[in-house]
C-alpha cells in the first residue's frame, strides 16, 4: 500500500513536471513546483481527511513519535533508514487509533474562519510530516526526486527546527479567542 502511494505520488509529480517542462521551465524549477503542488493537494486533503477534531492529536502524536525515534540507539535503528520511517509512520498510526482515549483537543469554530484556520494548521502539521518523511528517506535516495533545494526546505537543519516548531506557534495564535 504504501509502495503504490509513493509511485502515485511519483508519478502526479512527473505528469506535472513533464506539462511544466512543455511550457519552457527548467526541469529543476519544474519538479519543484510539481513538488510545492503535490504538497498543497497533500494538506488540503490531509485536513479535510483528519478533520478539526484530530487535527491537533494527530500533531501531537508526530511529536510522540519523533521523540520515540530520537531517544532510540542507532544500533537498534539507524534514523535515516526506511526502517525509521516506517516506525514513524506506524506510531504515528497506532496513536492516532488511541488517542481519543489520551487527549480531546479540536480546533473549533465554523463558516470561512474555521477553514482558513483549518487549512493553516493542515498545513504546517503537513509541512512537518513531510520533514519528518523526508529526513527518514535520506538525502541521497530524495535527491533522486526532488532538487536539493526543496530537501533543504523540508530536512535541512534549520528546516527541521522550523517545521517542527511551526506548528506550536500556530496552534497558540490560531486558537486564541477574540476579545469582545
Partial sequence: ??????????????VFQDLFTKFGLPENLAGDISFLILFLVVSIAFGMFVGRFRLINVLINVYIAIAILTVIPKEILEPTSLAALFVFIATVIVLTMIDSHLFDIHLSGSG???FWRLFVMSFFESG???????????????IEYISSDIYNVFASPYARVFW??????VLFFINKKESK
Fill in 128 to 142: 512537518l510530516i513531510f520533514s519528518v518523511l523526508i529526513s527518514f528517506w535520506g538525502k541521497k535516495t530524495m
Fill in 112 to 114: 470561512g474562519s474555521f
Fill in 1 to 14: 500500500m504504501k509502495l503504490l502511494i509513493i509511485k502515485l505520488a511519483i508519478l502526479v509529480m512527473s
Fill in 164 to 169: 517542527m516548531l511551526a506548528p506550536l506557534f
